[in-house]
């Protein structure tokens, strides 16, 4: 089955940096690739998320980059905030139905001002 | 915004009993899952739920656990004797359409077995 690699466990920023988190999924089958944040007491929310067709993807401050060949993605935040602190979520799935996501082992970013 | 709701936020509950725990999906919803988060671990898939049948479990959703969508709007989960190991945060997920889509989560129920 699907197992996602996540690096790094924890990342300290000062505001205003970029942050990277990084990715990677054993399943070639697996085209769909969501990046969720947690933030404490709360549930995963969807923040970004990039299907295989594309290579790259950005909202804002937020992109993410697929490369399928190396079977990486990417979590790219710049100009970062105090409220960007919290676990960031890597998952991967394939498209068909009822698939389930599954997930790295998490991110924490803590932003410092 | 529509939510995703799950009742209750916290449950605590002697080992061998048995637990249900309730979800709101979004209303025009059609698949629906459930993960687990043990406290500091990654969030794990349990099931995905479609058209009143499972559609995909992971090995942890074994015999003590079943899922059902007693009426039109809520989707169960259960746990028939719980163990100390399942103590985790239970959230439950729906999406529109199946993988490739927006899974949106609850903000989950904090499951204690003591």
């Known amino acids: 089955g699907e197992n996602v690699e996540q690096h790094p466990s924890t990342l300290s920023v000062q505001e205003g940096d970029s942050a990277v988190i990084k990715c990677t999924y054993s399943d070639s089958a697996s085209n769909y690739f969501p990046w969720y944040k947690q933030e404490l007491g709360k549930g995963p929310q969807l923040i970004i998320d990039i299907r295989s067709n594309v290579g790259e993807k950005k909202d804002q401050r937020i992109a993410v980059t697929l490369n399928k060949t190396a079977k990486h993605f990417s979590l790219h935040i710049t100009e970062t905030q105090p409220e960007d602190s919290a676990v960031y979520f890597c998952a991967a799935a394939t498209y068909q139905a009822g698939t389930a996501l599954i997930f790295g082992k998490g991110t924490t970013l803590s932003v410092s001002s | 915004e529509p939510e995703v709701t799950q009742t209750p936020s916290h449950q605590v509950t002697q080992m061998g009993q048995e637990v249900i725990l309730r979800c709101v999906p979004i209303s025009n919803h059609l698949y629906f899952y459930w993960y687990r988060q043990i406290l500091g671990q990654k969030v794990e898939f349990l099931v995905s739920?479609?058209?009143?049948?499972?559609?995909?479990k992971s090995e942890i959703f074994d015999d003590q656990f079943s899922v059902e969508r007693p009426d039109g709007s809520n989707f169960t989960l259960k746990i028939r004797s719980t163990k100390l190991e399942d103590s985790a945060m239970y959230f439950c997920a729906s999406s529109a359409d199946g993988g490739g889509t927006e899974a949106f989560f609850g903000q989950g129920t904090r499951l204690t077995v003591v």
């Open positions: 739920f479609y058209n009143n049948e499972i559609s995909e």
